[in-house]
């Protein structure tokens, strides 16, 4: 198979066209996916028998938070994978992820808290999920800090990269949090591959919106990887052409 | 570090930049002391904020400490690679060719000994004052050794990432205290354990795993974060 294509992708001209081009492709099919599946949340899955309507923030707070992390490890991968083979691109989109990965971290955190007052009456409890969901965007925070802090871009983005993967350990006690710790906050419900813990006709609308936020994500990060390279290489003639 | 052209075995090199930094910190050595008056003086304020009732500290006491020794470990921290990369000796180090990770091993081995060994020594009877009996003084030496230690390789990472900024101390705060959280839960759940005479080797015997991955991967990035700074 011939790879040269994908080569051709870490070159700033040829990403910033495919990611422009990607970015419709992503956004118009995430963003009726999600209308359908908020439909069917709302209107079609029928109450829970327990918690009535107000589980239905699960749609929204589920994939948010699984975002949280994903959207980290893509992060780190990037920056990981930027400061190995000193890839600049790879450095462009690290740098693209902070700013959506940080505002799913709080929307998970924001509907939490919205979900958490009527069902355990608290805004919030010092339980480990939501504390090392917390911590997650302290980690966020501190990596646009560190960003922010330097002048020369090419040294911002190698720091960045370092605080990256160490922040990388703390993902899976986020994720097993759930499972190490007896808390407050339930297990793990959703699977894509085994059998959910929760009912069926709930699964197919929280699976098409996880598939939604991804996609959404996706869109995001194309806009930001393009917003980078404009400012990265501004310098450069075939941007100036382009333009133009 | 090559001596008049032979080159130093690790384990010599090692010996002599911990002999290096001890024998700076003994020509300056209320710099070493300085941690240790933090620390005391952090646990001091408690009592003041919350309630003098010895039975009431007792129940916090863990937490206290483990607070106080993360605060004492980040601002003693701060100035961990500093003064190096200010005289030129930290270039010297990148130059050399030797394993930089390494050299900076030896260096965080090297702080810790000055600032967070003597804060472990002093724990037992700092404790003592939240109402926390001497007796158990090994287990709190163990938990807090360990503990201390992984401090000292998170917060060097963090000096390192943050060494050639102008206004560093908030920025390394900032990095490195949402890193030491695991740190101050399972030292924090082994402490407890102990007083309440359960078995701690839970808590404790993640602790360690911590701290050796620490050990191992760490240098590795503080190297990186080093090289970014000499540039």
Redesign the interface.
Known sequence: MNWVWFHKLASPPTAYAFARTLRPWLLWPSLSMMLWAGYAALFVVPPDYQQLDAYRIIFVHVPAASLSLMVYSIMAIAAGIG?IWRMKLAHAVAAACVLPGSVFTVLALVTGAIWGKPMWGAWWAWDPRLTTEL?LL??Y??YM??RA??DDIG?AD??AA??A???L??IP?IKYSVVWWNSLHQGKTLSIWGKSSIDPSMVMPLLVMLLAFVMFFGAILCDGLCAQILRRERHAQWLTKQVQ | MSVSGHTLSPFTQFALILRRDLRLAVRRWDQVLQPLVFFVVVITLFPLAISPELSELRRIATGILWVAAMLASLLAGEALFRPDLEDGVMEQWVLTGQPLPWLLLAKTVGHWLLTGFPLVLVAPWVATALGVEFDHWRLMILTLALGTALLSVLGA?GAA??V??R?GNM?MA??V???E??VLIFGAKALDFGLQGDVVTGPLSVLAAMLL?GLVLGPF?MA??IR?GV?
């Open positions: 400061l911590i302290f980690l925070l501190g800090a560190l802090s330097f040294r190698r720091a370092v605080l993967l160490v922040g350990v703390n006690i | 990472i990432l943050t050639g900024l206004r920025l900032m990095l205290l949402p890193l959280m695991p991955l990035a990186a974060a970014i540039e």
